[in-house]
């Protein structure tokens, strides 16, 4: 079974003075979330979409939910996050576990709630690479160089920029597989953690690269913002 993993935790402290998190602000017509939503809606193979948020916003996205996609709401269900992205990611692992149970064949495709613009070819090639290889990572090669610094204030190394990519979602996952190796990490290393995909790579398991698209862009600061309101004039275009 495949679910869509929708996060949607985060506060927004970088969009600046906005009364609400990024993901509940209007772009176009409608919530940056229920655009993300609305994504995954439109692939039949997913048994649940599953949207993990604030406590204090579970039932503002639930009627938000209900608002936009109607009798589809059904499909999907809003879950309190967890205190960090990965906690979150357990706690969506947590609920299929419980109504759903966990096997070889159950695999979470996990997409950040702030971008809006993937596309139907990379949920696709998410879930079909993430059926063969159990864990499937969104990127695009590094178009400016890359500078290490280990101290703030000087170079460390110039990593050959051909060999860099920038990481995007979704991200996919075997939901047992990840699970497991989730638990397995000490609580040091859970501490340099930045994304799912570390886990794997911590405990030396292979990530498949799936390619990304430079649209694919996570609203983050209020330039993003405008960068957004143009992308969905565009998409309404070409409809």
């Known amino acids: ?18 009364e609400k998190p990024k993901q509940y602000l209007k ?13 995954f809606f439109v692939h ?8 993990l948020c604030p406590k204090q916003w579970v039932e503002t996205t639930k009627n938000l939910v209900q608002k936009y ?4 709401a059904e499909r999907v269900v809003v879950l309190e996050g967890g205190s960090t992205r990965n906690e979150t990611i357990m706690n969506s692992i947590n609920y299929i576990e419980t109504e759903y149970g966990l096997d070889e064949e159950t695999l979470i495709v996990t997409h950040d709630s702030v971008r809006p613009f993937l596309t139907y070819r990379i949920i696709e090639e998410n879930i079909k690479y993430g059926k063969m290889y ?8 590094a178009t400016d160089t890359i500078v290490e610094s280990q101290t703030g204030d000087v170079i460390t190394s110039v990593p050959d920029r051909k060999n860099m990519y920038q990481g995007q979602t979704p991200q996919t996952f075997n939901a047992k597989k990840l699970k497991e190796l989730y638990l397995s ?5 859970k501490d340099i953690l ?5 886990i794997f790579v911590i405990k030396g ?8 698209e430079v649209f694919n862009i996570k609203i983050t600061y209020p330039y993003d913002l405008r960068v957004a309101e143009s992308l969905i004039k565009d998409e309404k275009n070409m409809k």
């Open 134 to 141: 159990g864990a499937v990572d969104t990127v695009i090669p």
């Open 27 to 39: 772009v176009g017509d409608k919530p940056i979330i229920i655009h993300t939503i609305e994504k």
């Open 205 to 212: 398991e292979k990530v498949h690269l799936v390619q990304g």
């Open 69 to 72: 996609l109607g009798e589809g």
């Open 185 to 189: 990490l000490s609580e040091e290393e």
């Open 194 to 198: 930045t994304d799912a995909s570390k």
């Open 1 to 18: 079974m495949v679910f869509g993993v929708i996060l949607a935790g985060g506060i927004g402290s970088r969009m600046g003075n906005v």
């Open 44 to 51: 039949d193979e997913f048994v649940k979409l599953i949207v």
